[in-house]
């Protein structure tokens, strides 16, 4: 039902699990829905023809083209299916590493389903964390964890807390900044501790709930929008002292189609700017880092600025992309194909492990050893 490259299964968990030097790329294509089956539209994915990892796209005005990605999903291929070669990336993140899970793509392509999925057809977000606390109870004799959350979104540039109620909103304005370790994160922002899959699924509804409130046209706001979850783990190994901060994103990116500049003006204007600012900042990115350039603009969006840290070297970074069947959606489909193909061309330094400082362990043995002399004493 989904096509990979020769190499077998166990082998892409192991790449995705180690995933370093490159940015792992995952193509899903949706199904025709029911409109556009009743219309007949034609499919432009050859399924029959994809092996080795490689998707060709025919159509009767283009010519014949061919894409490699790591893992290529059929219309078929279900949410246990897809998230199955994800699954790794929880341990990696578990044992102390960044890791980033995007997805990119245009309108109507799949990328909430895919992210978010549905309540029966739970998508790569839901999942994470249920393998997050399913390594965890793997581990609980030998690790301490605390996992916290945070939901936001990039919308026209401004930062939204999606954690925090309509009425509060906007009162604190949100900004990057840099902590002592030179990571990227956005102070003030609600971190909700979780403590089990009930807690988890309530910050998520949360989250999901509030993404489209105060906006005229939910539609076209989601597809605008940024909807941005971080995942903030503290591990603390109880056999050997050592102690692990890392975090995940999971993001599901605004509609990567043009936006037509023709029709508006004045307000909004400035937000269509805005709003292909961040992703048109993410395509720049891509492009510095793809031909190894001194300067890489991580500053000139909202976006590329908060994912600094995860395309900027040291985290486990795997991307879907997701596009349409539908020959009328051919142009578009291509431009994301291209963009992914670029994507999984970038070379990225080796993720690098998250630890605390070697004196602030130190610190902290010689603390517990005084507790311990203390209980000793009594
Ligand atoms: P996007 O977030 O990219 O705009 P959506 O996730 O909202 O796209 O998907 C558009 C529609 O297609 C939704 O109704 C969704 O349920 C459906 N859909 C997308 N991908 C799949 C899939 N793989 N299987 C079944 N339905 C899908
Ligand atoms: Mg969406």
Known sequence: KFIKGAKE?????????DLKGNIRVFCRCRPLNVEETAAGASMTIDFEAAKDGELTVKSNVTSKKTFKFDAIFSPQANQAEVFEDTAPLATSVLDGY????????????GKTFTMEGTEESRGVNY???????RII???????????SVSVLEVYNEQIRDLLVSGSQQGVKRLEIKQDGEGMHHVPGLVEAHVNNMNEVWEALRTGSNARAVGSTNANEHS?????IHCVMVKGENLLNGECTRSKLWLI??????????????GERLKETQNINRSLSALGDVISSLATKSAHIPFRNSKLTHLLQDSLGGDSKTLMFV?????????????????FASRVRGIELGPA??????????????????GKQDMKNKD
């Open 9 to 17: 299964q166990k082998e892409l968990y192991n790449k995705v699990l």
């Open 98 to 109: 960044n890791a980033c899970i995007f997805a990119y793509g245009q309108t109507g392509t």
């Open 127 to 133: 999942r994470t964390l249920e393998e997050l606390f």
């Open 137 to 147: 109870e793997e581990r609980k004799n030998a690790v301490r964890y605390e996992i």
């Open 223 to 227: 597809s605008r929008s940024h909807c």
């Open 252 to 265: 599901d990116l605004a509609g990567s189609e043009r936006i037509a500049k023709t029709e508006v003006q």
């Open 322 to 338: 997701q596009i349409s069947p539908n020959e009328n959606d051919l142009s578009e489909t291509l431009c994301s194909l291209n």
């Open 352 to 369: 690098k492990k998250q630890v605390d400082s070697m004196e602030l362990l130190k610190y902290k043995q010689m603390v517990e050893k």
